[in-house]
């Protein structure tokens, strides 16, 4: 098993992706995003893998990969289908630096799942900034 984590470019908290899943699952059974590239591990993805998503600088949530689909795009070209599970889990807010695409995350390498019950999966865009500033690259 593997993860992934990915930038959520347009995305400015949790509830932006949900709400990004949300409108998706009003045409599909499950959320899903296209990337142009198939990930070669795709069977460690689609194998208890999830993706951590990035916003403003900071991972704040994951979902579980459900599938990874090689796809033809309108061009013609090979691409890539992530399906997840539509529920989002909340962890640690981890700093990440900017990046294109995506990359593979080692599950020891991966934020902890906050404790339910423990915070809301929202960070105040204040203390997001400060985590920001504070980050060493």
């Not at 865009?125 to 690259?137: F, I, Q, Y």
Request: overall charge positive.
């Amino acid at each position: 098993m593997i993860h992934m984590v990915k930038l959520c470019v347009g995305a400015d908290d949790a509830a932006d992706i949900e709400r990004w899943q949300q409108r998706l699952m009003k045409t599909s059974p499950l959320p899903y995003h296209h990337t142009r590239m198939v990930p070669k591990r795709a069977g460690e993805l689609s194998d208890g893998g999830s993706i951590y998503w990035v916003t403003k600088g900071i991972i704040l949530v994951r979902q579980r990969i459900m599938d990874v689909r090689e796809i033809t795009d309108r061009g013609g070209r090979k691409a890539c289908e992530l399906v997840f599970d539509p529920e989002l889990v909340a962890v640690e807010p981890t700093p990440k630096r900017a990046f294109q695409g995506w990359r593979y995350l080692q599950p020891g390498d991966a934020p902890a799942d906050l404790k339910q019950g423990s915070g809301t999966i929202e960070m105040p865009a204040k203390l997001r900034a400060k985590l920001r500033d504070a980050m060493v690259w």
